[in-house]
């Protein structure tokens, strides 16, 4: 069963401008991470934020925030102010914390951030 | 501090034959985890390996096995390959006491004619 959805196979943003991409999440577990990453086109995942389930404030890293609604099993990525290398794949990703290390994740979503 | 290398690059294989991916975790990981990404698809797990042992697999079949070494660096091998085995063999190392930092290699694409 798909543990992670993300709905959105392609998003267009102006530079300079906020974006949000979109992950729900199929879980009955109440401890569990959530991850997002970003995959340029040289293929290597890069991690950008996690959230744990029992964390109450949403995660910020810089341009990066995590919308976290828990009770929606949603994790969106916010991007705020847009740049040009953010043209990207973005992955969100789950892990069970306790039932193993292995991670879950979505289909992606294809960034592209127009000039 | 080198982080997470993958060897080689790139890897064309025809079906039926054996191919062998290497992987150097990040200084200081002793946990290395390999996953595969078909072209479009986001990574699925293959397996972790944890002290030489292989600790948690996904759903991949016994054609998919591999190897971690006293130095944490690991290997995984792929027997018998079929064309659907092409895609981007991802490794990520994390430290035993902290799994949620995972960091990735740059990958291996395998193409499989």
């Known amino acids: 069963a798909q543990k992670i959805t993300q709905t959105q196979p392609g998003m267009f943003v102006q530079e300079k401008e906020a974006v949000t991409l979109d992950c729900t999440y199929d879980?009955?577990?109440?401890?569990?991470?959530l991850f997002w990453y970003k995959q340029p086109s040289s293929g290597e995942m890069i991690f950008l934020i996690y959230q744990g389930s029992y964390d109450e404030q949403n995660a910020t890293e810089g341009r990066y925030s995590l919308n976290f609604q828990k009770a929606r099993k949603s994790a969106n990525l916010v991007i705020s102010a847009s740049q040009l290398g953010d043209s990207a794949m973005y992955f969100c990703a789950m892990r069970y914390i306790n039932t193993g290390n292995q991670f879950y994740f979505g289909t992606g979503t294809s960034l592209t951030v127009i000039p | 501090d080198a982080g997470v290398t993958q060897s080689p690059t790139h890897l064309i294989k025809t079906r039926g034959q054996q191919v062998t991916l290497r992987c150097s975790p990040k200084?200081?990981?002793?946990?290395v985890s390999w996953y595969q990404q078909a072209l479009g698809q986001g990574p699925q797990f293959i397996f972790q390996y944890y002290e030489e042992e292989e600790r948690q697999r996904g759903n991949f079949p016994d054609r998919f096995s591999g190897h971690q070494f006293p130095n944490y660096s690991s290997e995984l091998n792929v027997n018998a390959l079929l064309l659907g085995d092409s895609a981007l063999y991802l490794c990520?190392?994390?430290?035993?006491?902290?799994?949620?930092?995972?960091?990735f290699g740059p990958g291996t694409r395998l193409t499989v004619l």
């Open positions: 990520a190392s994390s430290s035993g006491t902290s799994y949620n930092e995972q960091f």
């Open positions: 200084s200081g990981h002793d946990t």
């Open positions: 879980t009955s577990d109440q401890s569990y991470g």
